[in-house]
């Protein structure tokens, strides 16, 4: 099984191309203020999952020093792909996260209670001079 995560500013479900459409995916975040709530929009995409069977998946969040930041329920995910097909899952979630400083932010996701995969976010204050995103 594998697994990867896009991080975008958004992203909505196109019902009519059966997929997702996604905006701009994110490398850095340069915030106003702190503390900030933050909208994150992550795309989870598995593939070569085996047929039949389901996964529990979960997002943890963590700061540079590996001190967690926040962590969602579990979800149940599971093969809809057609016969011809490799199984798999594309799934959007959104999250709000509460940043009470700058730095880089570790998106991970579990299945079945290990990590997957994994995405980094560096989230950023004006003055640090670098642009706005």
Same mark, same amino acid.
């Given at each position: 099984?594998?697994?990867?995560?896009?991080?975008?500013?958004?992203?909505?479900?196109?019902?009519?191309?059966?997929?997702?459409?996604?905006?701009?995916?994110?490398?850095?975040?340069? %915030?106003?203020?702190?503390?900030?709530?933050?909208?994150?929009?992550?795309?989870?995409?598995?593939?070569?999952?085996?047929?039949?069977?389901? =996964?529990?998946?979960?997002?943890?969040?963590?700061?540079?020093?590996?001190?967690?930041?926040?962590?969602?329920?579990?979800?149940?995910?599971?093969?809809?792909?057609?016969?011809?097909? =490799?199984?798999?899952?594309?799934?959007?979630?959104?999250?709000?996260?509460?940043?009470?400083?700058?730095? %880089?932010?570790?998106?991970?996701?579990?299945?079945?209670?290990?990590?997957?995969?994994?995405?980094?976010?560096?989230?950023?204050?004006?003055?640090?001079?670098?642009?706005?995103?």
């Amino acid at each position: 099984m594998q697994a990867q995560l896009i991080v975008c500013d958004r992203i909505t479900h196109n019902e009519q191309a059966k997929g997702h459409q996604l905006g701009t995916v994110l490398n850095h975040r340069t %915030i106003p203020v702190l503390p900030y709530a933050l909208d994150l929009y992550i795309l989870l995409k598995i593939f070569d999952l085996p047929q039949g069977k389901s =996964i529990d998946t979960h997002f943890e969040f963590a700061n540079d020093c590996g001190e967690r930041l926040g962590k969602t329920a579990m979800t149940v995910l599971r093969n809809y792909r057609a016969d011809d097909q =490799i199984p798999g899952v594309d799934k959007d979630f959104a999250f709000t996260l509460v940043l009470t400083e700058p730095g %880089i932010i570790h998106i991970k996701c579990f299945t079945d209670g290990e990590e997957a995969a994994w995405y980094p976010l560096t989230i950023r204050l004006p003055e640090d001079g670098h642009q706005a995103s």
